[in-house]
């Protein structure tokens, strides 16, 4: 089945724009997530974290729709939501994906034999257990542990010079994979991006008729693809960096006055009002 009337969808970023940066909290959003609920309308998560780590932060949001995961990687239907019924997709530990990049085992064979033989220095969620995570991201340890259950992306810590740097994505390029900036890590993974799973996502809820408005939601780097391909970009401010540009956007850009949540909140509110 499909989504029925088109209206509004949203796409949105989780840390740093629905999730508090160094909290983790979503309690400023409550206003703007109560009307979501109360009008059915249709949002997205569409972030770098994991499918393991979403399917418990999606029931704590409330959420039951489709979600996409490490930064554009794969859209994922989890049990019970009987969306994109008729799509074809994978069947993954009981949900169903659609994969648009490759495996994360490819990928960590690839950079560990480059950081083998080319000598450069950075260190990965492949390196680290959960405590060491923790105490990077701040994150619970049951919550970093879900952190390191990959699929399809490898998220770096860069300790090398940005001479090894330009190298190290030239490389990358090369071999058809990219590095995305998040507010923490650089994600190395396919060519795959939070815009075309979005976009993707889109046309298989709404596949004729009337289009939806797209309204996403993001804080950074990695969500310039998103923001760029939604009728309204909202750029989320951060106390931690400058907001990304977002170059060549299909409709409005939009700057939040408020950073996180509450700026996600504020904003949302407008849009939907």
């Known amino acids: 089945m499909t989504a029925e009337s088109p209206r509004d969808v949203i796409f949105t970023d989780l840390d740093g724009t629905l999730l508090d940066h160094e909290s983790y909290s979503f309690a400023a959003a409550a206003p703007a997530m109560a009307l979501l609920e109360a009008r059915s309308i249709i949002w997205v998560l569409n972030t770098s974290k994991t499918c393991a780590e979403l399917k418990p932060l999606a029931k704590r949001l409330g959420n039951r729709y489709p979600f996409i995961v490490e930064n554009g990687a794969a859209v994922v239907v989890p049990a019970g939501c009987h969306l994109l019924a008729d799509v074809e997709m994978t069947l993954i530990d009981g949900a169903r994906h659609k994969c648009f990049a490759p495996r994360r085992h490819d990928i960590i064979h690839l950079l560990h034999g480059w950081r083998e033989e080319k000598g450069y220095k950075f260190s990965g969620f492949s390196d680290f257990d959960a405590v060491a995570l923790r105490d990077i991201t701040g ?12 699929d399809y992306s490898e998220p770096i810590c860069w300790q090398d010079s940005e001479e090894q740097w330009q190298r190290f994505e030239r490389d990358l390029k090369v071999v058809g994979l990219q590095a995305l900036k998040g507010g923490r890590f650089h994600h ?5 991006n939070k815009g075309l799973a979005m976009s993707w996502l889109v046309s298989c809820l709404y596949p004729s008729g009337p ?6 939601l993001g804080d950074s780097g990695n969500d310039v693809a998103m923001l760029a391909a939604a009728d309204i970009g909202v750029v989320i401010r951060s106390d931690h960096h400058a907001p990304p540009d977002v170059p060549n956007p299909k409709g409005a850009i939009v700057f939040t006055e408020r950073s996180g949540p509450a700026g996600w909140n504020d904003t949302l509110l407008d849009l939907l009002n």
């Open 188 to 192: 190395i993974m396919g060519p795959a």
């Open 211 to 216: 289009a939806p408005r797209v309204i996403a």
């Open 139 to 150: 994150l619970e340890l049951a919550d970093a542990e879900l952190a390191l259950q990959r």
